[in-house]
């Protein structure tokens, strides 16, 4: 007789928790921006029958196999915060350099403003998601436009305030400038091939979205110019809530999407000739190593979804003063010690560190 699961069984089989994820309590996972992570299970960890003797072990090899199918492709979006703890060493924590740097260890009045500053951030963007969630919770493209139209806000305001402090000569960082405009570059496409889709097809989308726009600029600005590490931790929650949507989208309705056609908008900004910009924004890997195909509107939607997890990569390396660099910025022969690859320092990073710098360190030696 050939053995079989019963419902019963299936419902009874519990994995032991130490092989189970830690929830952060905010719905976001800890698991690597873009990377695919399929369930491991760790040799000590069983699977046990809560009321009846242990199955067989072609049963387990059964449940095990269903289980890694289910979760082979899963792909999560890393938070960059734990809000129950601060991370007792820096190096994991997402600011500030490691003790390797040799830079001086967080302060706690710093560690409780970092903590203020996500916690606000999580909070606003998850009181953003629950409103979206309700309006567009069946009506997938014009929630997309919606979410790419005030996407692509933050790159123009973080551009709008470097150019002013360029302006002032407070510092000046052309790798900033040149990363958020393909930042910016990037998400306005995403933008014309949801427009293409017709997400943006009644005017009550087009009236919320752009209104929502402008008020986010200005709020960005404030916050950028206040403190740019809270800014960028912002736009990570963003755009990690931007991944995770797509993410859902193509899990669910991949099979359709690979009988539809591509917008000719995506065909020619994911396979076009020139694509400077396109490597521009890609912060994490060297330039020409991404080349995405498209021959459906799956692959369209597959690569903006890897689009939104490389803006939170960026996102996430912005929030360390000065640690951001241009893929361009060294060829790939250049060596790490080389003058021309290094980023100089900025002499502050928004008015709260001009202020907090004012305060504590001495003041210029003067010539005599």
């Known amino acids: 007789m050939a ?13 032991s928790p130490p092989c189970l994820p830690k929830s952060n309590g905010f719905g976001f996972s800890s698991v690597l921006c873009s990377s695919v992570n399929p369930l491991r299970l760790c040799s000590d960890c069983g699977l046990r029958s809560a009321s009846q003797p ?3 072990s072609k049963r387990l090899v059964r449940v095990l196999a269903t289980i890694l ?29 490691s003790p390797s740097d040799g830079a001086p260890a967080s302060s706690g009045v710093e560690k409780w403003t970092i903590k203020l500053e996500q916690s606000i951030n999580i909070l606003l963007t998850e009181s953003v998601v629950k409103i979206l969630d309700t309006l567009y919770h069946d009506r997938d493209y014009a929630r997309f436009y919606v979410l790419e139209t005030i996407a692509r806000v933050p790159y123009f305001a973080f551009v709008s305030v470097l150019h002013m402090y360029e302006s002032f000569g407070w510092w000046r960082r052309a790798d900033y400038l040149k990363v958020h405009f393909a930042e910016s570059w990037n998400e306005m496409h995403h933008l014309l091939i949801m427009e293409e889709l017709g997400g943006n097809s009644w005017w009550v989308d087009r009236f919320l979205a752009q209104h929502i726009a402008a008020l986010y600029y200005f709020m960005t600005v404030f916050m950028y110019a206040l403190s740019p590490r809270m800014a960028y931790h912002f736009s990570e929650c963003v755009e990690s809530h931007a991944f995770e ?5 193509i899990k669910s309705q991949g099979d359709e999407l690979k009988k539809l056609p591509a917008p000719e908008v995506a065909v020619r ?6 694509m400077y910009l396109f490597d521009e924004f890609q912060t994490s890997r060297p330039p020409n190593t991404r080349r995405p195909k498209i021959d459906n509107l799956y692959d369209v939607f597959y690569n903006i979804r890897e689009d939104e997890a490389e ?3 960026t996102m996430k390396a912005c929030q360390t003063h000065g640690n951001l660099r241009s893929p361009h910025s060294c060829s790939g022969d250049a060596v790490e010690d080389d003058a021309g690859c290094l980023l100089p320092e900025a002499d502050c990073a928004g008015i709260a560190d001009c202020i907090k710098k004012s305060m504590t360190e001495p003041p210029p030696a003067t010539k005599t």
């Open 245 to 249: 949507t797509y993410d859902k989208f």
């Open 3 to 15: 053995n079989s699961i019963s419902p019963l069984h299936v419902s009874r089989i519990s994995i």
């Open 69 to 97: 199918q289910e979760d082979e492709e899963k792909v999560v979006v890393e938070k960059s915060f734990n809000p129950k703890g601060f991370p007792e060493k820096e190096k994991e924590g997402t600011y500030g350099a």
């Open 311 to 313: 803006h939170c990569k």
């Open 269 to 274: 900004y994911y396979t076009g000739d020139d």
């Open 54 to 56: 242990r199955p067989s």
